[in-house]
């Protein structure tokens, strides 16, 4: 990603503690749990290898089409299962991975591969413009991360409501009033130990997403 040194190693703490639990929980958790906690997991460490910071490590050419690959496979498996949260966390994914494969450029026609024409039309070529085009090193080589911008906001959008929609429900007087209805014993508000840091894990996740969008 191309998100700052910092940011990057923030992530992949945040990410890579979120699936840790996660894949515990799905071996020790109810078993009506198990299921989404593997797939919170999963998802969570591959956040945390996209995110880590390409200064201190330097990925294959190759691994962002892996990632695609997988993160598209898992989005329609989520969609067979009928999860559509992970769905779409998981076509998020696979969209960010595709931005890193793809330059920026051929996303966006408009861009600076336009300023001049094969013929030269902006004027003389200089020495330096010349070894820089046929080296392939010119500014496409550095340009900045590729994405749609529409499709970029749209995902913004969605992961902005559900981390204040699923933050408010964290809030134990919330989740109190919406889990014990009318019938419900004391049993209940024990569920706000394993269970609420899996929400939390979920929240923070969903925070994790919106940092990662925001350098598409």
């Keep these: 990603m191309h998100e700052p040194p910092l940011v990057g190693w923030l992530l992949v703490l945040l ?113 330096t413009s010349s070894v820089s085009s046929v080296g392939g090193m010119g500014p496409m080589e550095h340009a900045g991360p590729g994405g749609v911008p529409l499709l970029t906001g749209l995902l913004l959008a969605y992961f902005t409501v559900y981390v204040i929609a699923a933050g408010v429900r964290l809030v134990p007087g919330v989740r109190a009033a919406e889990s014990v209805p009318e019938g419900a014993g004391a049993e209940q508000p024990g569920d706000a130990g394993p269970s609420g840091v899996l929400r939390a894990c979920r929240v923070a996740m969903g925070i994790g997403m919106l940092a990662m969008l925001l350098t598409v």
């Design 15 to 127: 990410c890579a503690t979120a699936g840790v639990y996660c894949l515990v929980r799905a071996r020790t958790g109810p078993a009506g749990d198990r299921e989404d906690a593997r797939g919170e997991g999963l998802m969570a460490l591959g956040m945390a290898a996209m995110a880590l910071p390409a200064s201190a490590v330097t990925p294959p050419e190759w691994s962002p089409w892996l990632f695609t690959a997988l993160f598209g496979a898992a989005g329609v498996w989520a969609l067979v299962r009928r999860h559509l949260h992970h769905a779409v966390g998981t076509f998020a994914m696979a969209y960010m991975a595709l931005a890193m494969a793809v330059p920026s450029a051929h996303m966006n026609p408009t861009g600076s591969m336009g300023a001049a024409g094969p013929t030269g039309s902006t004027g003389p070529m200089s020495p």
